[in-house]
């Protein structure tokens, strides 16, 4: 079992910055793929970032390639999203998910889940 807690989300303006984290608890992140989804009032659970395992690969959306970035530090089992260049189009509340499937993009490939952590960009 691992349990997940996503933090770090808040207003912001667009144009700012926001590091997202997500610290893992129960068996260490190093196990699992991890990755980041939001979703958005009405919308579906969409993929934005993923890792992989040893940290050696990560993979994006499209709408937030060269934006965001994501990381991980396995001696503190936390997975990290750097968030620039913020825009209204990037208010969801955001996930983190651990899994060990593949592809990497898909909801279906995780098994754990954080609570989510709203991200607001105004204008």
């Known amino acids: 079992q691992v349990q997940l807690v996503d933090a770090g989300g808040g207003l912001v303006q667009a144009g700012g910055s926001l590091r997202l984290s997500c610290a893992a608890s129960?068996?260490?992140?190093?196990?699992?793929?991890m990755a980041w989804f939001r979703q958005a009032p009405g919308k579906e659970r969409d993929f934005i970032a993923a890792i992989n395992m040893s940290g050696g690969s990560t993979y994006y959306a499209e709408s937030v390639k060269g934006r965001f970035t994501m990381s991980r530090d396995n001696a503190k089992n936390t997975v990290y999203l750097q968030m620039n260049s913020l825009n209204s189009e990037d208010t969801a509340v955001y996930y983190c998910?651990?899994?060990?499937?593949?592809?990497?993009?898909?909801?279906?490939?995780?098994?754990?889940w954080g609570q989510g952590t709203q991200v607001t960009v105004s204008s």
């Open positions: 998910a651990a899994g060990r499937n593949t592809p990497l993009s898909w909801r279906r490939s995780y098994t754990y």
């Open positions: 129960g068996r260490t992140t190093s196990s699992y793929n």
